[in-house]
């Protein structure tokens, strides 16, 4: 039998649903959970112990009185520390924020207690979900449960660190330029980018406007489906086209088979063969999933759009140019606050100009209608995600790279949703990533692609083996000095 920690979402709910597991238990089991594994990892910068045990108690006196609000009722859930949560601190993992205090939960905070579900408190992220891993933040950075000593990806990293080591089942990230999928191609779940404007953004710290994304973040892909049920807005916020949004009751219908015939895929070599060369193990593992859609019945082609390199010189300038226009104030009055990286990152948009930011939006328009132009070939994109395994926490150069060496900053810039997910191990035990893109609003042939892989693939079923055992003194000798604010 699946131990508890490693069952799925949608398990966890039949098990509520029919009263084999109660809230109280699971979320207890939860906490414990936490308490024993997360002064490896850091996942956590706030545990909301009280909270969470009270409204898993609420939860399991409604479902007693036959009061059941859907397979979320009573399910713990995770949020990134840049999307408020009423009563917790929104710190954005920055000395800037420490004192702050949201008054009210975020509009994607406030779906999720709709539907029932049990916060357990605030993600581990990059500061202000730009900085990267830093040692000169209030909290300490996130690791991989893979190997503690390698990157989480970022920025959403305690996101998929809670999930890789099991500590949660599902977890609500956000995404400029990656930040749902780069932790879910270092650490080895799932984390989709859903349509621009599909899940609301109010209640959530701004980076970059008009490239955020909210969206989530689970170990199976009928679980992420679940989640964005729960999420989506019935009416997109901020529509990236005119196609009318297909009906959330529709993402959660997918198939218990592979179940691809008749698709069209893209194949998007260059991206990691010409535009930035992958690591041979990435290419490897890129090809074995193209040709098991193949066996499959899809119809794989390979399809050529901009250079990488393009879309990320359009994304830098839009992104350091509203960046900037956030955080200016505290730049010029109170810069030593920053940690060193995010200080790094966002002062260039100083010195960008309006004709820098209109001219990247004209070119980010030619970039979208190319994308558009290919999706009247195909029904989905298969292409890389990470161009190599997970880096070492320690080697700042390869931290630096990480960022750019990457094929997820496209979907920012065009708005169309991406899910990255598992496509194998790496030589040194680290997961390999792959990452599926869809039309405007078709989440729903996305998530059944990725089903299909993740059903041919059986990598999902792959844990971080340490995360089985009990926690004994190596957990204490890699605790940081500085705490998270798990405590209790």
């Known amino acids: 039998m699946t131990a508890l920690h490693w069952q799925s979402a949608n398990a966890l709910a039949l098990a509520v ?26 996942a956590f910068i706030t545990c909301d112990h009280a909270g969470a045990r009270s409204a898993a108690r609420r939860a399991e006196t409604e479902i007693g009185s036959g009061h059941y609000r859907g397979p979320l009722h009573g399910l713990p859930i995770g949020i990134k520390d840049v999307i408020d949560v009423h009563g917790l601190p929104t710190t954005c993992h920055s000395r800037l924020r420490l004192d702050h205090a949201a008054i009210a939960d975020a509009a994607v905070v406030a779906r999720l207690r709709q539907a029932g579900a049990v916060v ?9 979900a730009l900085g990267g891993p830093s040692f000169d933040l209030p909290f300490p950075p996130a690791r991989n449960p893979w190997n503690t000593e390698h990157h989480p990806g970022g920025s959403s990293s305690g996101c998929g660190a809670a999930l890789a080591a099991g500590l949660l089942p599902l977890a609500i990230g956000t995404d400029t330029t990656g930040s749902i999928r780069n932790p879910a191609s270092a650490c080895g779940v799932i984390g989709l980018k859903p349509t621009y404007g599909l899940v609301a953004r ?41 196609q009318a949004a297909r009906s959330p009751r529709e993402l959660s219908v997918l198939p218990d088979a592979p179940n691809v015939s008749g698709l069209h895929i893209g194949y998007v070599r260059h991206f990691h063969e010409h535009d930035m060369v992958a690591d041979p ?6 090809d ?5 859609l193949t066996d499959a019945g899809a119809t794989v082609q390979t399809i050529e759009l901009p250079d990488l390199n393009t879309f990320s010189a359009v994304s830098r300038i839009i992104l350091q140019s509203e960046g900037w226009a956030t955080h200016a104030h505290w730049l010029r009055t109170q810069p030593d606050q920053y940690g060193q990286r995010t200080r790094r990152r966002l002062l260039p948009g100083a ?32 292409c890389a995600s990470a161009m190599e395994p997970a880096c070492r926490l320690d080697d700042p150069i390869a931290i630096e790279s990480t960022y750019s060496r990457q094929a997820r900053t496209p979907f920012n810039v065009t708005g169309h949703p991406a899910i990255a997910m598992m496509a194998g191990l790496s030589a040194s035990g680290l997961p390999l990533s792959v990452q599926f893109v869809g039309r405007y609003f078709d989440e ?24 089985d055992r009990a926690p004994g003194s190596a957990a204490v000798r890699e605790q940081s000095a500085t705490p998270s604010r798990c405590a209790g």
């Open 17 to 42: 649903r029919q009263r084999r597991l109660s809230p109280v238990e699971l979320i207890e089991a939860a906490l414990e959970r936490i308490s024993q594994w997360d002064p490896m990892i850091h």
């Open 120 to 128: 357990l408190g605030k993600l581990a992220l990059h500061e202000f």
């Open 444 to 467: 729903a042939t996305v998530l059944r692609v990725a089903k299909a892989w993740e059903l041919i693939g059986g990598w999902q079923q792959r844990h971080p083996s340490r995360f």
């Open 202 to 242: 109010a209640g959530v710290f701004p980076l970059a406007a008009t490239l955020d994304h909210v969206g989530p973040m689970a170990r199976s892909v009928d679980d992420v489906a679940l989640l964005l049920e729960t999420i989506a807005c019935s009416t997109p916020t901020e529509p990236a086209g005119k």
């Open 281 to 286: 193990q990435v290419a490897a593992a890129l």
């Open 288 to 292: 074995i999933v193209a040709a098991a």
């Open 351 to 382: 010195f960008l100009t309006a004709e820098d930011y209109v001219r990247s939006q004209r070119l980010r328009s030619t970039l979208l209608a190319a994308v558009q132009s290919a999706f009247r070939e195909v029904d989905v994109l298969l």
